[in-house]
């Protein structure tokens, strides 16, 4: 299910067309997909120099609430939002080839990003959060009925993932699959989970874990000392508007490049926001 890029895909930073039909197919059938070391360990442990300035930061004034979804804190995952600022919407991060290539084909090219964030397991969890999907039904109202892929998740690891900090389990080969009606309902989705198949996460930093966003998983405690950072977009197809619209200065979308300018153009992109060079709370901040 891993799977690895050679010395020529990594040169023309393409996968070879076999390759690419072979990754699209496994995610669709599969749920999910890694695509291991996409970003190499130098440009990573860039992004994460700033990264981590401003994960710090903001933990200052975090509260981990004592919401069932984090098991009363003791999960300690804390969400934050990235700011539109370099290198977080840079081409490489969010508008990578080896991403684009298999997306364009489930979602359309006209495809958007619509989520910029992150979900960082801290040190001294001690529980795992329940088994969850991230969406419920794009169509509430129906019973026993499945919707395509309407939207993927790309999560870059901004360290390595292993067992002891945490890595993300999640349930691939068909719980994207379900009925939508079965996302309505979180307490069966957790008992289902407590006895189905899953696999852990485990990937070198830099990689790209692909998944349907209807793929069940769930954050778990990390027991090493440092903070296990990772990267949440969300892309979705350009007609499902199931999104909040988030801030961006006009200064900035101006200066983003042109692919990166289409995937954003969904969101709210005014003179009045002033560029971020931080995060202060669970939403962007209009300036
Ligand atoms: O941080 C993780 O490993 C996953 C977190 C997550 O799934 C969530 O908070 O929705």
């Not at 040169?11 to 070879?16: A, L, P, Q, V």
């Not at 995610?27 to 990573?44: F, H, K, Q, S, Y």
């Not at 509260?63 to 969400?79: H, P």
Request: glycine share 6%; with cysteine.
């Amino acid at each position: 299910m891993k799977i690895q890029l050679s010395e020529e895909e990594r040169k023309n930073g393409r996968f070879d067309p076999d390759k690419l039909e072979f990754a699209t197919a496994l995610l669709r059938a599969n749920g999910a997909i890694i695509v291991e070391d996409v970003l190499g360990p130098e440009r990573t442990d860039v992004i994460n120099e700033k990264f981590s300035q401003i994960l710090a930061e903001f933990e200052k004034n975090y509260s981990y609430g004592d919401s069932e979804f984090n098991a009363q804190g003791q999960t300690k995952n804390m969400r934050m939002d990235l700011p539109f600022m370099a290198p977080f919407i840079e081409e490489d991060v969010v508008a990578n080839p080896f991403f684009l290539d298999i997306a364009e084909q489930i979602l359309g090219e006209d495809l958007t990003l619509r989520y910029l964030a992150s979900n960082n397991s801290m040190p001294g969890g001690t529980k795992k959060q329940p088994v969850h999907s991230d969406t419920g039904p794009l169509f509430p109202e129906t019973y026993n009925f499945t919707t395509p892929t309407h939207s993927l998740v790309l999560h870059i690891p901004m360290c390595n993932f292993t067992e002891l900090n945490g890595a993300t389990e999640f349930y691939p080969g068909g719980t994207h699959l379900n009925p939508d009606h079965i996302f309505k309902n979180p307490k069966l989705i957790q008992k289902l989970g407590e006895v189905m198949h899953f696999e852990q996460a485990i990937m070198p930093k830099g990689s790209f874990l692909i998944r349907d966003k209807k793929v069940w998983h769930r954050g778990c405690p990390n027991r090493s000392d440092q903070p296990r950072g990772l990267f949440t977009f969300i892309y979705q197809r350009a007609w499902d508007s199931t999104s909040g619209r988030m801030p961006i200065p006009k200064d900035v979308y101006d200066s983003m490049t042109p692919r990166v300018q289409q995937l954003f153009r969904m969101e709210d992109i005014a003179e009045e926001y002033t560029p971020m060079d931080n995060v202060y709370g669970l939403y962007h901040i209009k300036g």
